[in-house]
């Protein structure tokens, strides 16, 4: 909270109740200028009423939040020059086609004709829907309307990029074009908030992460110091002998490298489990086994869930100031 | 809005690089106010797209094209010859093509609510509501849009109603100024279908609930018949009916006799019904979640 005079977005105590229900019981963020903050939950944690409030969509029932240095309530209008909103469900008009819909924002933005024209066209150039300019947006593919929606959210070029669950529905392929959309905004200077329900997505694009359920933060920092705490990605090993297991997981402990020491043997599928942190130490297993003569019969990576995530951030809660998850997991 | 806000910041000045480029944001006076000439340029972008909807969708256009012909043929033919007597179909034409004229705005105005109740069904409403432009902007571009679309529905209606013997007895200016009256009026109840529309959760509810209201205002007045065959109450019902006012203040218009008490009453009513309705359904619009 030191470094408040570079932060693009600060959410502080906020407080949102449907009636009985609590959306937001709480919440206190930083998203740091031309970074992206992830924030990462299940449905129902909040995300969307979050993003909703950030822009001027819903007034929260106490706190404050910032934005530009804008407050929400008190100055919605200067901070709507500053955002751009792509929400879960494209916020495009669907019986218009993609041209018409930049060129209406472009005229909302209060550009000139020529200027809202010109700007439509290098944005649906931009995104790869030249082609598809003409056609009413009710035609699109899924990820081609993810990509006219973000196309409409960069008309006004905004400093602050709302990205809530951009991916949600999506195929991988398509999941990776918008990745790759957002990174090249963040390369230009963007600052992103970004809501998703995947890990992966939160470790691909954001910066840090800020961890919500029912409500309120329960976890918040960089991403490699979460996924330190998490445990990063798991390594499951088959042998071609599963009798050798046991003696790879104990050479493995022998090593005394982070995480590693964590490695751990399920019977049941005849596989080995390593917590890994870095692509060095993958190296490093698998260096290790091959130098020691095990047969390796199958290597696979996965990344923790979003349910080994909360176990293991409620896991390190309940024991305090007591190391480790993965030590815990040994 | 919050209570209990207890920020420092207030004077900061405003952080964030925009992108490379020109940025389109424009200077406006004050606290971000928007000036009456980029409130109508945002009137323009938004009524653009409610038109190119229609170019889109062109079966919206049904109501406004083909109901005009089909009541007036319905009237004049089904139910002339019984209530003006058989043979005087063409009289009943001049006589109820006014009262139609009222009935016409009121249908289209009946759409404007579902219509809206619908549009925020869809992702767009966010967008809008989260861009830089005057939130009331939204629902006038929508009524600019409908009033071409009732204008059109009523240039049908007269146009079939020439075919089948209507005669304007007066000038064409008082025709305008009927059409006029008629528009402005229809215009004022599409504030009230917006109300609705965005209060009632589904459409059908819109419709179901504006069927209920509209029946016996459109039946229980002098649209279709004098309300001198009416009895005592029915009549003096129909005397404070707003579409009375109008069908006596067009009827004047376009068969001559006298006019100033209608057309008053008729403007009276569409002031009133706009000055109670349309600040609350922008600050319903503006509420929504």
């Known amino acids: 909270m030191t470094r408040s005079h570079t932060n693009a977005v600060e959410v502080r105590g906020l407080v949102k109740h449907f009636g009985e229900t609590k959306a937001l019981d709480g919440v206190d963020l930083d998203v740091r200028e031309g970074t992206v903050l992830g924030v990462l939950g299940p449905n129902g944690a909040g995300k969307t009423t979050l993003v909703r409030c950030l822009s001027t969509l819903l007034a929260p029932d106490s706190g404050t939040a910032t934005v530009a240095g804008y407050d929400v309530v008190r100055q919605p209008r200067q901070l709507r020059r500053t955002i751009g909103l792509t929400g879960q469900y494209a916020s495009v008009d669907e019986k218009l086609s993609g041209f018409e819909n930049l060129y209406m924002i472009g005229r909302l933005l209060d550009l000139s004709r020529k200027d809202a024209r010109s700007r439509a066209d290098e944005l649906l150039e931009r995104f790869s829907l030249t082609e598809a300019a003409k056609r009413a947006a009710m035609t699109y593919s899924g990820g081609m309307r993810r990509r006219l929606d973000l196309a409409a959210s960069m008309i006004g070029k905004p400093a602050v990029l709302y990205l809530d669950e951009p991916t949600t529905g999506l195929d991988p392929r398509t999941r990776n074009e918008v990745w790759d959309e957002v ?19 939160a470790e691909q694009l954001a910066n840090e992460l800020t961890v919500i359920d029912r409500g309120r933060v329960i976890a918040n920092g960089k991403v ?34 982070d995480g ?71 | 809005m919050s209570a209990t806000t207890t920020t420092t910041q207030l004077s900061k000045s405003p952080v964030g690089t925009p992108g490379p480029g020109p940025a389109p944001a424009r ?61 005087n179909n063409d009289a009943y034409v001049n006589y109820v093509t006014p009262g139609l004229m009222a009935m016409m705005g009121m249908n289209i105005a009946m759409g404007v609510g579902v219509g809206i109740n619908d549009d925020f069904k869809k992702g767009v409403m966010d967008r809008f509501r989260t861009m830089p432009i005057a939130r009331s902007s939204v629902l006038i571009a929508k009524i600019v ?40 009026f229809g215009a004022s109840l599409m504030w009230i279908f917006i109300l609705l529309g965005l209060t009632m959760k589904t459409a059908q509810a819109v419709q179901g609930m504006a069927m209920l209201v509209l029946m016996p205002l459109q039946f229980g007045s002098s649209i279709f018949a004098p309300p001198t065959s009416m009895p005592g109450w029915l009549e003096t019902f129909t005397d404070y009916n707003p579409l009375s ?25 569409a002031l009133a019904i706009t000055v109670v309705t349309a600040p609350l359904a922008v600050s319903k619009f503006r509420k929504k979640t």
Do not use: C
């Open chain 2, 245 to 269: 006012n109008l069908a006596d203040a067009a009827r004047g218009l376009m068969n001559g006799g006298p006019v100033a008490h209608s057309v008053w009453m008729t403007l009276g009513w």
């Open chain 2, 145 to 184: 849009v409908e009033v071409g679309r009732m204008m059109i529905a009523t240039a049908i209606l007269l146009g079939t109603g020439f075919l089948l013997g209507l005669e304007i007895k007066t000038s064409f200016v008082e025709l305008l100024a009927a059409i006029g009256l008629s528009v402005v």
């Open chain 2, 27 to 87: 200077k406006t006076s004050g606290e971000g106010r928007i000036g009456l000439r980029a409130n109508l340029r945002h009137i323009g972008a938004l009524a653009r797209r409610n038109a190119l909807q229609i170019k889109q969708d062109p079966e919206s256009m049904f109501d406004a094209v083909l109901m005009p012909i089909i009541f007036i043929l319905l009237f004049v033919y089904v139910f002339g010859g019984a209530i003006a007597g058989k043979g």
């Open chain 1, 224 to 257: 490699d110091e979460l996924k330190a705490k998490v445990g990063g990605r798991t390594l499951k090993i088959r042998a071609v002998d599963p009798a050798d297991l046991g003696s790879m997981a104990a050479a493995l402990r022998e090593t005394g490298l």
């Open chain 1, 260 to 330: 590693v020491a964590g490695s751990t043997v399920v019977p049941d599928e005849e596989a080995l489990y390593v917590p890994i942190l870095t692509d060095q130490q993958l190296t490093a297993v698998v260096g290790l086994l091959g130098a020691r003569g095990f047969g390796i019969a199958h290597i696979g990576t996965h990344l923790p869930s979003l349910d080994e995530v909360f176990l293991a951030i409620t896991g390190q809660k309940s024991t305090v100031s007591d190391a480790l998850p993965e030590e815990v997991a040994a």
């Open chain 1, 183 to 201: 990174q090249r905004m963040v390369s230009e200077g963007v600052t992103v908030l970004l809501t998703t329900q995947y890990m992966e997505e």
